[in-house]
T-cell receptor
């Protein structure tokens, strides 16, 4: 089955700096890679996703890159703000029936003033 | 709200009790999921239902029994649980359409404590 590894487990940055979280996956058939943000005591919510037919996707301050050959994908947050502090999860899955997502272990991001 | 509602939000149960977790989605989705979230562990997929049919049982112990009476409701029946089953149980739903994987919407979760 799919195995997703996520690093780092904790990340502390100064407000305004950039943050990068990296994930690797094992199943070459995976073609859908979402990123979820979970604030303390709240549910995970999708912030951005990428499919295997593109290498990069950007939405304002967040961007995701995908390297299919190396089987890794990354989340980039620029100009970080205190409200970006949360746990971020990457996931990998396949399109088509089953719709199964395998999640990474999460990264606790703390943006300090 | 995201349209996925879970009840109860908190549950404390003894190891000999029987209880059920309920999930309801108002988004018209055709797939529903149970995930377990423990401290310092990834979100672990437990069960997947597509069009009310169970398509995935991720080696979950039989003390967890899912039920999906229709595409809007999902239950997780619990019996003779162990303290290590204490965790946040998250329900999610999504729309499976052709070859497209779409966003999974999560409920608020049920915080389960087994004593």
């Amino acid at each position: 089955g799919e195995n997703v590894e996520q690093h780092p487990s904790t990340l502390s940055v100064q407000e305004g700096d950039s943050a990068v979280i990296k994930c690797t996956y094992s199943d070459s058939a995976s073609n859908y890679f979402p990123w979820y943000k979970q604030e303390l005591g709240k549910r995970p919510q999708l912030i951005i996703d990428i499919r295997s037919n593109v290498g990069e996707k950007k939405d304002q301050r967040i961007a995701v890159t995908l390297n299919k050959t190396a089987k890794h994908f990354s989340l980039h947050i620029t100009e970080t703000q205190p409200e970006d502090s949360a746990v971020y999860f990457c996931a990998a899955g396949r399109t088509g029936g089953g719709n199964k997502l395998t999640f990474g272990t999460g990264t606790q991001l703390k943006v300090e003033l | 709200e995201t349209g996925v509602t879970q009840t109860p939000r908190h549950l404390v149960m003894g190891m000999t009790n029987k209880k059920s977790l309920k999930c309801e989605q108002h988004l018209g989705h055709n797939a529903m999921y149970w995930y377990k979230q423990s401290a310092k562990k990834p979100l672990e997929l437990m069960f997947v239902y597509n069009f009310k049919e169970q398509t995935e049982n991720n080696s979950v112990p039989s003390r967890f029994s899912p039920e999906c009476p229709n595409s809007s409701h999902l239950f997780l029946h619990l019996h003779t649980l162990q303290p290590e089953d204490s965790a946040l149980y998250l329900c999610a739903s999504s729309q499976v359409a052709g070859q497209g994987n779409t966003e999974a919407f999560f409920g608020q979760g049920t915080r389960l404590t087994v004593v």
